[in-house]
T-cell receptor, first 113, second 115 residues
Framework: AQSVTQPDIHITVSEGASLELRCNYS??????LFWYVQSPGQGLQLLLK??????LVQGIKGFEAEFKRSQSSFNLRKPSVHWSDAAEYFC???????????FGRGTSLIVHP | DAGVIQSPRHEVTEMGQEVTLRCKPI?????LFWYRQTMMRGLELLIYFNNNVPIDDSGMPEDRFSAKMPNASFSTLKIQPSEPRDSAVYFC?????????????FGPGTRLTVL
């Protein structure tokens, strides 16, 4: 069975600082990987996804993520955080053969001015 | 495209009352999902449909919960009778076919409060 671990429940950064949110997955084959963002009072919005090909994926809002098979990781990065990035971030893994991704517990990003 | 539409956005009810949550998926999407989100348990998949047929309802917590999808453009999640522990945000999501089947599009959610 597939699973996702987001080891950080909360992350606090200063505005303008760089950001990295961690995601580790468990799946036997090549996974489908996703990052979603949930702003307060909103539903989840897809930031980016990896299905195959280039392991560095660019997403919306200046985010990127890198798939590292050897580390079973798909960490999300942003070079300079804006106050509007404060939100909950969810990593998810799908198997391709299943249409049901498994979501992590989420990481809450707090941005200090 | 209007995205996934959910109604109501907020629902406050008293214990024992029936609650019905509604969802309109994105046109052309074959899959529809109902999730529940709480602080304690995070995001939980309750049930999902493929081509209007329920495929897996193993996440539905109790018989008090039921879901239907009478056509491709409408689904309901019903709780009867409701209990305070059902208080949560309920999300509906849909996904398409082919290459992007795994990508889910979420509605804004219904915040349910059971007093």
């Amino acid at each position: 069975a597939q699973s996702v671990t987001q080891p950080d429940i909360h992350i606090t950064v200063s505005e303008g600082a760089s950001l990295e949110l961690r995601c580790n997955y468990s799946y036997g084959a090549t996974p489908y990987l996703f990052w979603y963002v949930q702003s307060p009072g909103q539903g989840l919005q897809l930031l980016l996804k990896y299905f195959s090909g280039d392991t560095l994926v660019q997403g919306i809002k200046g985010f990127e993520a890198e798939f590292k098979r050897s580390q079973s990781s798909f960490n999300l990065r942003k070079p300079s955080v804006h106050w509007s990035d404060a939100a909950e971030y969810f990593c998810a893994v799908g198997s391709g053969g299943s249409y049901i991704p498994t979501f992590g517990r989420g990481t809450s990003l707090i941005v200090h001015p | 495209d209007a995205g996934v539409i959910q109604s109501p956005r907020h629902e406050v009810t008293e214990m024992g009352q029936e609650v019905t949550l509604r969802c309109k998926p994105i046109s052309g999407h074959d899959y529809l999902f109902w999730y529940r989100q709480t602080m304690m348990r995070g995001l939980e998949l309750l049930i999902y449909f493929n081509n209007n047929v329920p495929i897996d309802d193993s996440g539905m917590p109790e018989d008090r919960f039921s879901a239907k999808m009478p056509n491709a453009s409408f689904s309901t999640l019903k709780i009867q009778p409701s209990e305070p522990r059902d208080s949560a945000v309920y999300f509906c999501a849909s996904s398409g076919t082919g290459y992007n089947t795994d990508t889910q599009y979420f509605g804004p959610g219904t915040r349910l409060t059971v007093l």
